[in-house]
């Protein structure tokens, strides 16, 4: 844990982003390198996601990575950033849940969220629809009902080994997702950091109607987004241009690319519409010198009450980003070896 203020955890959630040029499955691999070192800094937790389809994205079987992430780290919580739950059968998620607990007992949290493949043909192939999100509240009972036994949709079934296994559950959410999570009594993790005035009354909302469950007593916020460290603030600028320029490239050519250098995005002859996405990517994150990170990461924890704050930085040069993470643990004081 930190001596940030108030014992603020920090954790990180990687999201296996590819690079131009070179092959996807290289991303797992780093993914489950920058484990070991996140770890080895004295973060919490190390989560990773799921994507499908999307070719800027490697990370599309997040408890198999899981596995990995936790095979090859040895204190640090590993779990998901998240499961998304509308795509899968709960009985699946729980035995999948079950089997990382048996095997790493005590490190590994199950994070959900509610959202489905993003184009007719993802969700076609997952044998899903747009309308399976609005189950979610409903998928989310009966998965929890398949640890403690108490799920009633499916009769004389049970979930093994994952039935009497007491995995953490998260909720992942912005607005209905949270009045969710308050319902169930589970942690609310929410973001992101730039749309502060949506995201205060969400958190508001979620602590007003949270329901003490035997999951969570009191209600647990857990703030995601981007947050960037370099020796100046420029530098630090330069390290969110590669997913500025993918979320760009995404809204205006529907596909959400790899990621290239930031010499590459300053090449770039962008249309208005693209500059226009390209500059709203880079606006409003945390970044800066040390000082102005633990100054604006001081500030967010104030205002939203967070008890954990959930880093989800996604750059193209791995080093550098090793380097951020590096300089974001001295900061705000993490305790090497000790997550």
Partial sequence: MSTFPGGIRFSVLDRSRTREGEPAPQALRDTVRLAQEVE?????RFWVSEHHSVPGVAGSAPTVLAAAVAAATSGIRVGTGGVMLPNHQPLVVAEQF????ALFPGRIDMGVGRSVGFTDGIRRALGRDKDDADRFAEQLDELLGWF???QTVHPQVHARPAEGLRVPPFVLAT????AIAAAAGLPLVIGDLRGRERLLAAVDA???AFRPSSWSAEPYVVIAGTVAVAATEEEARRLLMPEAWSLAHSRTRGVFPPLVAPGVIDELVMTEKQRGFYEAGLDGH?????EQVAEALERAVKETGAQEVLVTTSTYDRAALSESYRRLAEVVGLAPGTP
């Fill in 206 to 208: 979620y602590r007003s």
């Fill in 40 to 44: 080895a800094l004295g973060y919490h």
């Fill in 175 to 178: 607005g209905e997702g949270a």
């Fill in 286 to 290: 945390v970044h800066g010198t040390a």
């Fill in 98 to 101: 079950g089997v990382l607990e």
């Fill in 148 to 150: 403690t036994g108490e």
